[in-house]
C-alpha cells in the first residue's frame, strides 16, 4: 500500500494525491469546519441525498454529515525537476495562512523533487 505524505500546520496541509502507487502531483488544502456535521437531524433522508426540513430548495450527499471538517484546494505542484506551483484558491487565505502557505510551498518543491528523482522506488517517505 502506497504511504502518504501529509503535514499539516494549524488549518493548511500539503499531501500527496497517488494513484497506481505513485504520487501523482503535492496539493495544499485549507481545512474549515464542516457546517452539516452533526446535524443530520435537521434534513430529511431521499436515498443518498438529503433535503433541509425548512423547505429550502437544496440538497446534500450524506457524506457531507461524517467529517468534523471540509476542505478545498489552494494549490497544487508537479512532480518534476522544475516543480510547477499552480495557485487555485490563494485569495481565500488570511495572511497568517499565506505565511503557512509559503513555509509549505517551499517543503512541497522540495519533496517534488526528491519523489521525481527516486520513480524507481514504488513509494518516498520523508520522516
Not at 500539503?14 to 443530520?40: A, C, M, Q, T
Not at 433522508?45 to 461524517?66: A, D, L, T
Request: with cysteine; glycine share 4%; charged share 25%.
Amino acid at each position: 500500500m502506497m504511504k502518504t505524505y501529509s503535514k499539516r500546520i494549524n488549518n493548511i496541509e500539503l499531501r500527496s494525491v497517488s494513484s497506481n502507487d505513485i504520487v501523482r502531483f503535492l496539493e495544499i488544502v485549507k481545512w474549515f469546519p464542516n457546517k452539516y456535521y452533526g446535524h443530520e437531524d435537521e434534513y430529511v433522508k431521499y436515498g443518498n441525498y438529503y433535503v433541509p426540513r425548512n423547505g429550502e430548495s437544496y440538497n446534500i450527499h450524506e457524506s457531507c454529515f461524517k467529517n468534523k471538517e471540509s476542505c478545498f484546494t489552494v494549490a497544487s505542484i508537479s512532480i518534476d525537476d522544475n516543480p510547477e506551483i499552480r495557485p487555485i484558491n490563494i485569495n481565500n487565505l488570511t495572511d497568517d495562512e499565506i505565511l503557512i502557505y509559503n513555509d509549505l510551498i517551499k517543503v512541497g518543491v522540495d519533496f517534488a523533487k526528491t519523489i521525481k528523482n527516486n520513480y524507481k522506488f514504488k513509494f518516498v517517505w520523508l520522516q
